[in-house]
């Protein structure tokens, strides 16, 4: 599948760009693009390992080598850029290509930037907790301990900005939907709720996902102005629950219900600190009276962060954020296999970031935690700058919680440690 | 005071300040309080933009080396006042193409404003500022060195002028609030080229030193092309080379998130 689309995507760039090469000189632009071209990347290797035993998944809960290539270059009218990670993967035994980014960006107009291809997206306020960012998260990359860079998934998108003294508009038009690379049992064992019980590599969750060019689409929307250093954004989006957010009748595949969001945020200077408060209506389209039992209910999802300096290069990030489900009474009643959670969810996020060593040893604590769901998810992280090329990481993912069902509290048996090595050129 | 010229423009008013006086006996200034504004003017504002190209080597006492190299970018909203500051990384590799942005105010009660461009992620994060005596970039220069440091913060006095310097001690005025007890900073009586700054620790101990070590004239601006940074504490010292350094650059308005999420063209090529 990610073979296949990143194939399209950069036959599409290609095509794209040939008409407008061929109005110059097509054999002197090649020359420059070559001339210009700059070409870096990494090469990684990772492994963990299961704490726990988990009699759905392997012991090994990484084990890959990545070499990473990103490879860009310009013309007068526009920036190019491929960007892409070969894997030899011991978990699945398998060799992958992961394209992470294939586009051409331009500034065609001093009021306009535009930017075509496979893209990594990100807006919003949330610090590892997103609201009105709906763009795809790759959730198993999250859980297994790669870099936090691999939770963003790349979108194949066409984001085109406006800019005016008004405000600014950003607007990406993803033409085929792009789904989160979910938890579905293969590498990470889950609840699975019609089971009533853990699943993993035995119940790999199928799903019917909407995949029309043109027709299952997606649109999100952000205008944003900065007043008085204080980043004000108003944002929309229509398409689909990310994850799966609902199954078919026959409970037989998870699908992903139309979703429409509507949200707002703000950040700036509090005090000594940054403060930031985001707000998002997430409309589950597919039931709008909250009936069905199959797909997931409305919501309103709140968030409130803080984060400031407490020593020297000391940092303290704190979080508040709720899901609040608008019909959880008729949901409840009409869910098929029970559910696993309050009307609210509540969860709080703390970050600690020091650094040591002239900077060079970063140690991190994230820590999710639900006073509802009573689970926590901890990823402590220390990352080591051997020199300016070299650096060595170890950490963790830890969940625990009192029910099996919830959120965090379904991964308990994910529970993993790992060590990572990469070299960047 | 503070080193780094780089970015920073004298206007073209130091040639007719200078022209007046016989260039090798400029005129000898008494008020302490005209020689840190001149310094300060030279050493951060000179100009109403400027670009340059900074590589830092830091050496540690062990002798090994670490690279940072970075495009600067500066416009000044108000000479003498606040300024901003677009940093595009080429070095290390691991951070290249990471932006990082300060909105700097003057006024004593209110923290920059600073932003990180995090290009893997594409994600604009906001950063709290409220100390800026952290280390810049893991080297041996500080926030501070290098947007410069408030002259509101300290007390000054004019403590020796020979013939080449004036010697200016700082006394903070909220001891507390930093690591040292004072600093005197040797100003060329020329130039106003701020080109030595010894810090001395709680016990009066000298423990940190920045030098100029060249000096260019750049469109007319004297300009600290290289500097040099030890740490008499830990021993390692950093030191920092600007290249392409150009003043009156016509500078758009390139703080933002826009080119915080793609960098303008034409300033960082």
């Known amino acids: 599948m990610i073979h296949h689309r990143g194939f399209i995507v950069v036959m599409l760039v290609v095509t794209l760009s040939l008409p407008v090469m061929a109005q110059e000189d097509t054999a002197n632009d090649f020359n420059s693009l070559l001339s210009n071209l700059d070409i870096h990347g990494f090469y990684e290797i990772r492994s963990g390992y299961r704490m726990r035993k988990d009699k759905y998944e ?34 699945e035994e398998q060799a992958d290509f992961d394209l992470r980014e294939a586009y051409i960006f331009t500034r065609p107009y001093d009021f306009m930037d535009l930017k075509v291809g496979r893209q990594i997206l990100t807006w919003g306020t949330g610090d590892l907790v997103f609201i009105n960012d709906l763009f795809p998260k790759d959730w198993q990359s999250f859980f297994i301990g790669r870099d936090t860079e691999y939770l963003k998934a790349p979108s ?4 085109i900005s406006l800019f005016s003294d008004l405000a600014n508009l950003d607007i990406v038009y993803t033409p085929q939907f792009d789904s989160d690379r979910f938890i579905s ?68 595949k998870a699908i992903f219900p139309d979703l429409n969001v509507y949200g707002a945020s703000v950040r700036g200077n509090v005090g000594k600190g940054i403060g930031n408060l985001e707000v998002g209506y997430y409309e589950s389209d597919d039931d709008q009276s909250g009936k069905n ?27 508040y954020y709720v899901e609040h489900m608008l019909d959880y009474g008729r949901h409840k009643d009409s869910s098929p296999s029970g559910l696993n959670r309050d009307r609210d969810r509540h969860l709080i996020t703390v970050r600690l970031t020091k650094l040591l060593m002239n900077q060079n040893l970063r140690c991190s604590l994230f820590i999710y935690f639900s006073p509802s769901d009573k689970d926590t998810y901890m990823r402590p992280n220390i990352n080591y700058k051997v020199s300016d090329n070299l650096a060595v990481e170890a950490g963790a993912n830890i969940f625990f919680g009192d029910y099996p069902g919830t959120f965090f509290g379904q991964f308990q048996n994910n529970t993993n440690i790992y060590t990572a090595l990469r070299y960047s050129f | 005071m503070k080193l780094l010229p780089a970015f920073t423009i ?22 302490v309080e005209t020689i840190v504004n001149k310094a300060n003017f030279v050493a951060y504002y000179q100009g109403k933009d400027g670009k340059a190209k900074i590589k830092m080597t830091i050496t540690d006492k062990k002798g090994q080396t670490r690279l940072r190299e970075f495009i600067i970018l500066r416009k000044d909203i108000k000479d003498g006042g606040d300024q901003k500051y677009y940093v595009y990384f080429l070095k290390p590799v691991d951070v290249r193409k990471m932006v990082f942005m300060v ?8 923290d920059d404003d600073r932003w990180l461009y995090l290009p893997g992620l594409d994600l604009v994060k906001r950063i709290a500022a409220s100390d800026k005596r952290t280390s810049f970039v893991g ?20 403590i020796e002028t020979t013939d080449k310097y004036y010697v200016v001690r700082n006394v903070p005025r909220e001891p507390d609030s930093v690591e040292f007890s004072y600093f005197n900073v040797s100003i060329d009586r020329k130039t106003f080229v701020p080109v ?17 070590q060249k000096v260019e004239t750049i469109q007319g601006f004297p300009t600290v092309v290289k500097s040099i940074v030890s740490d008499l504490n830990t021993g390692s010292k950093t030191v920092m080379e600007f290249t392409n350094v150009k003043y009156n650059i016509n500078l758009k308005d390139i703080f933002t998130e826009r080119y915080l999420r793609r960098p303008p063209r034409e300033a960082i090529r």
């Open chain 1, 58 to 91: 392997k012991d090994m809960s990484i084990m890959e080598q990545r070499l990473q290539l990103d490879i860009s270059s310009y013309l007068d009218w526009a920036d190019f850029k491929v960007k892409g990670d070969i894997i030899g993967d011991l978990v």
């Open chain 1, 156 to 159: 194949d998108a066409v984001k």
């Open chain 1, 185 to 252: 049992g293969e590498r990470l064992s889950y609840w699975n709720s019609n089971l009533s019980r853990l699943a993993g590599a035995d119940a790999i969750q199928h799903t019917d996902k909407p995949n029309r060019w043109f027709r299952d689409d997606e649109i999100a929307v952000r205008v944003y102005k900065n007043i008085n250093n204080y980043e004000y954004a108003l944002y929309a989006y229509h398409g689909y629950w990310k994850s799966p957010g609902g199954q078919n009748a026959a409970a037989t």
């Open chain 1, 293 to 319: 039992g199959n797909i997931n209910n409305s919501e309103l999802r709140f968030l409130a962060g803080y984060t400031r300096e407490i020593g020297k290069d000391f940092t303290a990030g704190l979080q």
């Open chain 2, 10 to 31: 004298i206007l073209v008013f130091s040639t007719a300040l200078f022209a007046a006086n016989d260039p090798n006996r400029p005129e000898k200034i008494t008020d």
């Open chain 2, 103 to 110: 909105y700097k105010h003057t006024d004593i009660k209110k």
């Open chain 2, 139 to 158: 080297s041996d220069f500080l926030y501070e060195d290098v947007s410069g440091r408030n002259l509101q913060e300290d007390t000054h006095e004019l």
């Open chain 2, 196 to 212: 030595k700054m010894e810090f001395y620790d709680k016990k009066n101990k000298l423990y940190r030193v920045i030098k100029s």
